[in-house]
């Protein structure tokens, strides 16, 4: 071996953990990161990725998990063996620097090509916000709002003919330009292609309607999806890829999106907001609601709800989303999963026109 090569590649490999910690207990100023990642570089970026992962059929997040577990696979195989051999740590030790400082290498990618996201300029201070915190009963309004909106596009949304993918639907597309523009004065994002993965059982299991690969910044979904469920779930990921990390905010954006687009789109949103407003409101409230739902809204409801219970496996289901909340509250979502539902103040808030889009705040001047 030669010995300054090997402490060429020791030096990288520390520089990579060093740099990596800095980052993500270095506080940065969000309007730093705003301007210069998340309207910057970032869109730079996805416009390239992302146009891209749509041309492959397959994951690109797939061949990466794969490859991977391989060079993990392998090299641990290797160190333990040389350790056995020469009867010393020495190997193992050095094998778990080198997997150390991968993690690094691997954390900084992730911040480079998606992550600092999580750091822009939360959505309460780019809109006007005109209310305070709403009350119960504005939930269940929104939430009754909801449902008639079901109740009207229900037939539309059920007639049309075949629909095309998502990714290339023109309306959706266009809704979510129109909405892009409204929240930023950065040129709009790539929509991304839905894609079926190998952790497609994973979905399944742990109720994931779907994320996107941060590393290919693609899309990837439950293969079990019902038709109805597809437009909201692809607008809400897109919201990822437009750079809105935070949950509340990717559903803020797939809502806004979905609700000016095509009946079956917007049908899709109103589903949504009305799943999530059931599970924030009381009983009494949930009941309310339900008893709103038409036949055909309803045996829609049912149909994601036998979705759900057919495949999922509640330990692992569990397991997973603590495994999510404590993903986010590392990236500094303090209310972690609790963040999805934040949506519904975000909505009965923020003022609207022309429908609804959302109203900016006049920018501070710089
Ligand atoms: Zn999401």
Redesign the pocket.
């Known amino acids: 071996m030669d010995g300054r090569v090997w402490t060429v590649g020791r030096s990288v490999e520390l520089a990579a953990v060093i740099l990596a910690l800095a980052l993500a207990l270095a506080p940065l100023p969000a309007r730093l990161v705003e301007r210069w990642f998340s309207s910057g570089v970032y869109p730079l970026l996805e416009r390239a990725l992302t146009s891209v992962s749509n041309l492959l059929p397959f994951a690109i997040l797939d061949i990466l998990l794969a490859g991977a577990a391989i060079a993990l696979a392998v090299t641990l195989t290797r160190a333990v063996r040389e350790s056995s051999r020469s009867r010393s740590v020495g190997p193992l030790l050095r094998a778990v620097a080198h997997v150390a400082a991968a993690a690094a290498g691997v954390y900084l990618l992730f911040l480079l090509l998606w992550g600092f996201n999580y750091r822009r300029v939360p959505m309460p201070e780019r809109l006007m916000l005109e209310r305070a915190a709403p009350s119960s009963e504005d939930v269940a309004q929104l939430g009754l709002r909801a449902v008639d909106a079901m109740n009207t596009t229900y037939a539309a949304a059920h007639s049309g003919p075949q629909p095309v993918p998502e990714w290339q639907d023109p309306d959706l597309l266009n809704a979510f330009a129109d909405v892009q523009r409204a929240l930023s004065d950065t040129a709009p994002v790539h929509a991304g292609r839905l894609k079926r993965t190998l952790l497609g059982s994973y979905f399944r299991w742990t109720s994931v309607?779907?994320?996107?690969n941060p590393f290919g910044l693609e899309v990837l979904a439950n293969p079990d999806l019902l038709p109805f469920e597809r437009p909201f779930v692809a607008a809400?990921?897109w919201?990822?890829l437009a750079g809105y990390a935070d949950?509340a905010e990717?559903?803020f954006v797939g809502w806004l999106t979905c609700v000016r687009a095509t009946p079956p789109a917007q049908y899709s949103g109103w589903l949504y907001l009305y799943w999530q407003i059931s599970a924030e409101v009381n009983d009494r409230e949930r009941a309310r609601l339900g008893a709103a739902l038409a036949t055909g809204p309803r045996q829609d409801v049912n149909a994601v709800i036998a979705r759900l219970r057919r495949g999922e496996l509640p330990a692992l289901q569990r397991a997973s989303w603590k495994v999510y909340d404590e993903y986010l509250k590392a990236n500094r979502v303090e209310a972690g999963v609790r963040s999805?539902g934040a949506v519904v103040t975000l909505i009965l808030r923020a003022r609207f026109e022309n429908g609804w889009m959302p109203v900016r705040r006049p920018a501070p001047p710089s």
């Open positions: 309607d779907g994320m996107i809400h990921e919201g990822h949950e990717a559903n999805y």
